[in-house]
């Protein structure tokens, strides 16, 4: 037996739980069968009440409770999750400067990087660029992996080789950094490398 949408109350009604948590157990008492494998007559079943420290549980589950904001006389004018909510520094791993795929990376240095790693270098074009790339990354776990997404439509990002050629991106490749920040550079998916660990999407 399972309670779906437990109340939390702390002075007055706080949130409601969809968390799921079980209240109770069936079990049976002098289990028993008989030689056709049935359960015999005299065979009792029980339902055992858990005790509330394990229907309670202490554990924090996140995305799993709709908080109450209500005005002076009790009505509940809003809902709201406890949903994390990702604000992402655009120059957190120097996007804004002239660091590697940095806005104000020059191409000379892109065509040096890129001798240098053996691979195309990704350039951000714009802010436009970089707020939309912190949107998408918000989209991720942070858990260490990377994933492609479109490019922003009129997206000023190239991308540089070591012969000094460009070409324009399609994807950009993100991963969330988990402390408010993002890596990623736009890529051209016919000569970027394979992602060698996937990210994955927040439900």
């Excluded at 437990?6 to 008989?34: F, K, T, W």
């Excluded at 994807?171 to 402390?179: A, C, E, S, T, V």
Aim: hydrophobic residues 30%.
């Amino acid at each position: 037996m399972t309670i779906d949408a437990p109340e939390v109350y702390g002075s007055s009604r706080l949130c409601i739980s969809y968390d799921g948590r079980l209240l109770a157990a069936q079990g049976y008492d002098n289990l028993s069968h008989d030689s056709q494998g049935y359960l015999n007559k005299d065979t009792s079943s029980s339902l055992s009440i858990l005790p509330q420290s394990a229907t309670l549980g202490l554990a924090f589950t996140r995305e799993k409770k709709r908080y109450e904001l209500t005005e002076h006389r009790g009505n509940v004018m809003v809902t709201l999750s406890d949903r994390r909510a990702y604000t992402f520094s655009t120059d957190g791993l120097g996007n804004l400067r002239r660091k590697k795929h940095g806005i104000k990376m020059q191409p000379a240095d892109a065509v040096l990087w890129a001798d240098k790693t053996n691979r195309p270098i990704g350039k951000w074009g714009s802010m436009a660029d970089l707020n939309y790339a912190g949107e998408q990354a918000a989209r991720l776990i942070s858990d260490g992996g990377f994933m492609d997404f479109p490019i922003r439509p009129g997206s000023t990002s190239k991308v540089h080789y070591k012969d000094g050629t460009t070409s324009t991106p399609d994807m950009i490749r993100l991963r969330n950094n988990g402390d408010g920040t993002f890596h990623g550079f736009p890529i051209d998916s016919k000569t970027a490398e394979p992602i060698t660990k996937l990210g994955t999407l927040r439900e």
